[in-house]
């Protein structure tokens, strides 16, 4: 869980849906959380796994006999097919020429908009931080700080393994995964 760096089309606008809140008794519109994986590919992978499973060849199943009996189907045991509205379009990888930040708490949905080059991105984070920090500060918390990024915390972000976790605690100091993986790289 935390933060990555997706590939998406020029000036991709990820899908939103009107979803019904019971606390607000309203209903909403909200990003609709998606895999970084086309559904095709979720969909071929849960049928090879199916079939396995019916012909008793999973190794859980080899492993532990008393699945076959307590599980008959896999999707008793691995959950349903996957839900083809969690799953980003199939593009072509030569489509996905742009940068977006998503969280991964979920499936996915966007925290920074879309940007066509790494450079555009790391300056939007160093004015403005992320979409979830741009929260924090409108609604005054800042527990984990909600402060535009530093310099050097973006670039080691974007321009290092695109990827980090949403907190880290080291020695009982809270930060979040970027600041730690951007000291982190100072002791490589």
């Known amino acids: 869980m935390g933060r990555e760096i997706r590939r998406v089309p020029a000036n991709w606008k990820h899908p939103e849906v009107a979803r019904f809140n019971y606390l607000k008794q309203r209903e909403e519109t909200i ?10 590919e ?4 849960w049928i090879a796994n199916h079939e ?12 532990y006999p008393e699945y076959r009996t307590e599980f008959p189907h896999y999707a008793q ?11 980003r379009p199939n593009w072509k990888p ?20 879309p940007f066509e080059t790494r450079e555009e991105l790391i300056e939007y984070l160093v004015a403005n931080g992320d979409f979830l920090d741009q929260q924090r500060r409108k609604e005054g918390n800042s527990v984990m700080g909600c402060a535009p990024w530093s310099r050097r915390n973006a670039e080691a972000f974007v321009m290092g393994s695109g990827w980090e976790p949403s907190m880290v605690i080291d020695g009982g100091k809270v930060m979040s995964g970027v600041e730690a993986l951007s000291q982190e790289n100072d002791h490589v």
Not at 100 to 110: H, K, L, N, R
């Open 31 to 40: 990003v609709q959380p998606l895999f970084d994986e086309p559904y095709i």
């Open 42 to 45: 979720a969909i071929t992978a």
């Open 52 to 63: 396995q499973w019916e012909r008793g060849e999973d190794p859980d199943q080899i492993q």
């Open 77 to 87: 045991y691995g959950g349903g097919p996957p839900d083809v509205a969690y799953y």
């Open 94 to 113: 030569e489509e996905a020429t742009w940068w977006q930040v998503y969280e991964t708490v979920s499936e996915g949905t966007p925290v920074t908009p």
